[in-house]
């Protein structure tokens, strides 16, 4: 039986075999009432692009851009150095992931890096997208431009971005609420919030998760004013010592973002460690330490080998216009006590 190809689903839509190929890519400039004959065409057909072939043929080479933030945060540095061991891993697979640093707090210069971006030097983009406006219109843009973009830890969902790999954040806030909640007293109480940003989607998400399950099931405890450290150690360090001042009887503690280092120093040299609630992200050698010390009670961590595996392999199937699997692309959300911490060789406490 002879496999129906491209140039039959061009004759039954009564398009051209560049339209055909737009629609079978994602691509953008087709009517939608031509995507559908196309789809229709396609479907009654049972036409099934020969990816491999295709790319075979072309012998095309993948060019990724990530857009990471940069600066002292120990899982971006995670999420970098992952980028980087697949780019040289698979330099012979014709994949080429290029790793771009920028500063997720500034949306001006986040957006003027996606402005430069076009097909000439890419084939597609995964960004921390901070939930700026002008990054959403940047997005949109480079989208226009025919470069799918996917957004990596930190969602925009009102942009057009392709899809968002990450954990869902706001049940990774939901999952820090009940920590706390289970494991603080039946008593009025209060909790201190510290956030790099309420600017950054995730961020957000986790603080709204957060503030539901506590009001919603234990309405005895209060959550303060969330304090943005803009995931620096030292800011959060400040932070820390003056919550502490203000509010001697302290309960609980929720760091939303990044910056363990320092509230873990500021909460650790206060003295009072044993008697706050520390619920923080990630696992990394400052936090695993933290939890044997007894200083954080639980980590919620999210795993950035995973996250950019899945980044790659969503951003070719976007460019060669295959299915995506999403059982296989779901990013789960770990919880971390100092009971259940993972076996292995550590790196060294480099991070900040």
Do not use: W
């Amino acid at each position: 039986m002879r496999r129906v190809t491209i140039h039959d689903v061009a004759d039954a839509a009564g398009v051209s075999l560049a339209t055909v190929d737009r629609v079978m890519n994602g691509r953008p400039g087709v009517r939608k009432v031509t995507i559908q004959k196309v789809k229709k065409a396609a479907e009654t057909l049972n036409y099934k692009p020969d990816v491999f072939a295709a790319g075979l043929a072309k012998k095309r080479v993948y060019r990724l851009h990530f857009l990471i933030p940069n600066g002292p945060n120990a899982f971006m540095e995670d999420l970098t150095r992952e980028a980087a061991s697949h780019a040289q891993s698979m330099s012979g697979d014709r994949m080429q992931v290029h790793v771009e640093p920028i500063d997720a707090f500034d949306g001006h210069r986040v957006a003027g890096t996606l402005a430069i971006l076009d097909r000439s030097v890419c084939d597609g983009v995964a960004v921390v997208a901070p939930a700026f406006p002008e990054v959403r219109a940047s997005i949109d843009r480079l989208q226009d431009r025919g470069v799918p973009v996917v957004t990596l830890v930190s969602d925009h969902p009102s942009s057009t971005r392709q899809r968002f790999v990450g954990i869902d954040n706001v049940a990774a806030g939901r999952t820090a609420g009940r920590i706390l909640g289970r494991f603080l007293p039946k008593k009025p109480a209060r909790i201190g919030l510290i956030a790099g940003s309420l600017g950054l989607r995730d961020h957000s998400d986790r603080f709204a998760g957060c503030r539901e399950v506590i009001e919603r099931d234990y309405p005895h405890l209060e959550l303060l004013k969330v304090r943005e450290g803009r995931d620096d150690n030292a800011r959060n360090a400040d932070l820390v010592k003056k919550l502490l001042n203000d509010e001697p009887d302290l309960a609980g503690l929720y760091n939303i973002g990044a910056g363990n280092r320092g509230t873990i120093a500021a909460l650790t040299e206060s003295g009072r460690a044993e008697d706050v609630v520390f619920v923080g992200h990630e696992l990394t050698p400052y936090t695993r330490e933290a939890l044997q010390a007894n200083v954080l009670d639980a980590v919620i961590a999210q795993d950035p080998g995973h996250e950019i595996r899945s980044a790659i392999r969503v951003l070719k199937a976007l460019c060669d216009g295959a299915p995506i699997i999403d059982d296989q692309e779901r990013i789960g959300i770990d919880v971390f006590l100092k009971d259940n911490l993972p076996q292995g060789t550590e790196p060294a406490l480099n991070h900040t």
